[in-house]
C-alpha cells in the first residue's frame, strides 16, 4: 500500500478543510489513520477508520470538529476538519496498518505530511 496525503493550507480560526489520502494498493484489510505532528511535540493520534467496514475513532481533542471517512470507489481516506483552531496547525499525516489503533508505533506504512496552519 502506498499513501499520498493532501489538503493542507493556511485557514482563519474557525475555518475548514478538507485532507485527502489517495491510496493505492491492497487497501481492503488496512485500517487508515490521520496523525498530526508540530513543532517541539510527539506525533499525535487524529483518527482512524477501518477500509472494508468503515469503523471509526477519534482523539478526544477533536472530537465533534473533525469526521474521517473513506470512498472506496476512489480508494481515499478524508479528514474534514471543522471550527478549526490554532492549535491543530501541525504536519497532518496518513498512515496505514493491519491492526486498527491509535499508536503511531503500530502504523507501518506513511504518506508524506500536509502542513496545516490556523491562523489570523
Known amino acids: 500500500v502506498q499513501l499520498q496525503a493532501s489538503g493542507g493550507g493556511l485557514v482563519q480560526p474557525g475555518g475548514s478543510l478538507r485532507l485527502s489520502c489517495a491510496a493505492s494498493?491492497?487497501?481492503?484489510?488496512?485500517?487508515v489513520g490521520w496523525f498530526r505532528q508540530s513543532a517541539g511535540k510527539e506525533r499525535e493520534f487524529v483518527a482512524v477508520?477501518?477500509?472494508?467496514?468503515?469503523?471509526?475513532t477519534h482523539a478526544d481533542s477533536v472530537k465533534g470538529r473533525f469526521t474521517i471517512s473513506r470512498d472506496n470507489a476512489k480508494n481515499t481516506v478524508y479528514l474534514q476538519m471543522n471550527s478549526l483552531k490554532p492549535e491543530d496547525t501541525a504536519i497532518y499525516y496518513c498512515?496505514?496498518?493491519?491492526?486498527?489503533?491509535?499508536?503511531?508505533?503500530?502504523?507501518?506504512?506513511w504518506g508524506q505530511g500536509t502542513q496545516v496552519t490556523v491562523s489570523s
Open positions: 498512515a496505514a496498518s493491519l491492526v486498527y489503533g491509535t499508536s503511531a508505533g503500530t502504523y507501518p506504512i
Open positions: 494498493g491492497r487497501t481492503f484489510l488496512h485500517n
Open positions: 477508520i477501518t477500509w472494508n467496514t468503515g469503523r471509526t
